[in-house]
């Protein structure tokens, strides 16, 4: 009797204890954590790197009252080309993006402006014209905003402005329909633009900037809008009399990548 109950003691020791090992096991399993996309390769930066763009300028000449705006239209291509690594003013690392423009496909390309691209795992920024804007900042996040001109002493900006925002987080994008190249769509794009005071849509002016980053590629499609509305009073009775499609100044250009590598 009693050997039988030591028989049944240690099955049922064991069964506890291979069970107790097997929670045990399982508690330990190894796990990888895996880190949240910070959003890094919207815009691979290394030298090498080019893009090339075909670019749609529209301008409206000055209106009157009697002479409405004529519109002119041109187009041309831009070709972006990360040329070198460099020392910035404050002793950072940074990389030369030259730019070069050709009238046509058989054309030749010449040298139109040199920027300073800077890029590190919190932002990237482009200093054009002695001004340094900041691009891109990471993580990228739907809604996030931030100054755009952070870096530089812009009249219209203030150190604490929120001037750009980050919308279409992880979205595929359609490129525009550009004579002689296919339409291309990006499967993962973030779109920045205007916000706040930099953004303005009124009787009075239109203003708007709008860039489309692809992941793995790059900028892949950029916007500017400049609208100041033609107005006059009408002397018989005081109203404000706006002439669509007339315009003291205007201009809208829209760069679309239809290149990009190296190879």
Same mark, same amino acid.
């Given at each position: 009797?009693?050997?039988?109950?030591?028989?049944?003691?240690?099955?049922?020791?064991?069964?506890?204890?291979?069970?107790?090992?097997?929670?045990?096991?399982?508690?330990?399993?190894?796990?990888?954590?895996?880190?949240?996309?910070?959003?890094?390769?919207?815009?691979?930066?290394?030298?090498?790197?080019?893009?090339?763009?075909?670019?749609?300028?529209?301008?409206?000449?000055?209106?009157?009252?009697?002479?409405?705006?004529?519109?002119?239209?041109?187009?041309?291509?831009?070709?972006? &080309?990360? /040329?070198?690594?460099?020392?910035?003013?404050?002793?950072?690392?940074? @990389?030369?993006? =030259?730019? %070069? +423009?050709?009238?046509?496909?058989?054309?030749?390309?010449?040298?139109?402006?040199?920027?300073?691209?800077s890029a590190n795992s919190k932002f990237v920024t482009l200093n054009r014209n002695?001004?340094?804007?900041?691009?891109?900042?990471?993580?990228?996040?739907?809604?996030?905003?931030?100054?755009?001109?952070?870096?530089?002493?812009?009249?219209?900006?203030?150190?604490?402005?929120e001037t750009r925002q980050y919308s279409r987080i992880g979205q595929p994008f359609?490129?525009?329909?550009?004579?002689?190249?296919?339409?291309?769509?990006?499967?993962?794009?973030?779109?920045?633009?205007? &916000?706040? /005071?930099?953004?303005?849509?009124?009787?009075?002016?239109?203003?708007? @900037?709008?860039? =489309?980053? %692809? +992941?793995?590629?790059?900028?892949?499609?950029?916007?500017?809008?400049?609208?100041?509305?033609?107005?006059?009073?009408?002397?018989?009775?005081?109203?404000?009399?706006?002439?669509?499609?007339?315009?003291?100044?205007?201009?809208?250009?829209?760069?679309?990548?239809i290149d990009y590598g190296p190879r």
């Amino acid at each position: 009797m009693l050997s039988t109950l030591n028989q049944c003691f240690n099955a049922r020791h064991f069964a506890f204890a291979a069970a107790a090992l097997g929670l045990s096991l399982t508690g330990c399993k190894d796990t990888v954590e895996v880190l949240p996309d910070s959003g890094t390769d919207y815009y691979p930066v290394a030298v090498g790197n080019f893009w090339v763009y075909a670019v749609a300028d529209t301008t409206w000449s000055l209106a009157s009252q009697s002479t409405p705006s004529v519109r002119t239209a041109s187009a041309f291509q831009f070709k972006e &080309t990360i /040329t070198e690594i460099i020392t910035d003013a404050a002793g950072q690392k940074a @990389y030369r993006l =030259v730019r %070069a +423009k050709r009238l046509t496909p058989a054309d030749a390309w010449r040298n139109d402006s040199v920027f300073i691209l800077s890029a590190n795992s919190k932002f990237v920024t482009l200093n054009r014209n002695n001004a340094r804007t900041l691009e891109l900042v990471f993580p990228v996040k739907e809604g996030r905003s931030w100054n755009f001109n952070a870096f530089n002493n812009n009249s219209n900006d203030t150190i604490t402005a929120e001037t750009r925002q980050y919308s279409r987080i992880g979205q595929p994008f359609t490129s525009r329909v550009v004579a002689g190249n296919p339409v291309i769509t990006y499967p993962a794009t973030i779109t920045t633009e205007n &916000t706040g /005071t930099a953004n303005q849509n009124t009787l009075l002016k239109i203003l708007n @900037y709008q860039q =489309v980053f %692809a +992941k793995k590629v790059g900028p892949v499609h950029r916007r500017r809008r400049y609208l100041l509305p033609f107005n006059y009073t009408d002397s018989r009775n005081g109203n404000q009399i706006y002439i669509p499609g007339s315009y003291f100044s205007a201009s809208v250009r829209h760069e679309t990548l239809i290149d990009y590598g190296p190879r």
